[in-house]
């Protein structure tokens, strides 16, 4: 499957959240939400995003979203992840990985010549209406979470 174009409806989701609970977007009708699409915690480019993203939460905040990542690791990987590296943002887990094929980021990678499935690093930008705003794909994390925050808090 694809990865969803802006303009295009974003496909609720119930998810389990780090600290228990659950996360899901008809919950959060009326916010931006930044949903950023990780493959694995605890990684060094998952990592530096997690991070990147848990420094900049007021300014999200301030801008009227909300960020969840979401990778296909279970609550307790998420809530040691963010433990040890004193993580704001709420995480979601999509161990049966429904979400990540609805987002159409669950996907054929390839590593030394080795084909497999995973997730690619996608993020959207969703309005307070549930409408995609906008997309990166492929994301390289270096100055990614500076350009998502712009776009927040322009739209």
Request: hydrophobic fraction near 45%; glycine fraction near 10%; proline fraction near 3%.
């Amino acid at each position: 499957m694809a990865v969803l174009e802006a303009g295009s409806k974003a496909p609720d989701f119930l998810l389990p959240r780090d600290g228990g609970g659950n996360v899901g977007l008809a919950d959060l009708k009326g916010k931006k939400v930044v949903l950023y699409f990780y493959p694995k915690d605890d990684t060094s480019g998952c990592t530096t995003e997690a991070i990147d993203f848990s420094a900049r939460k007021a300014a999200f905040e301030a801008a009227g979203a909300i960020v969840i990542g979401v990778s296909p690791d279970s609550v307790a990987s998420h809530d040691k992840f963010k433990k040890k590296h004193a993580l704001t943002i709420d995480l979601a887990a999509d161990v049966d990985k429904a979400m990540l094929e609805a987002y159409g980021v669950w996907q054929e990678k390839s590593m030394y010549g080795k084909k497999y499935m995973g997730v690619v690093r996608t993020t959207y930008l969703i309005d307070a209406d549930g409408t995609i705003a906008r997309v990166w794909q492929k994301v390289k994390v270096a100055g990614h979470v500076a350009e998502v925050l712009a776009a927040a808090q322009a739209l």
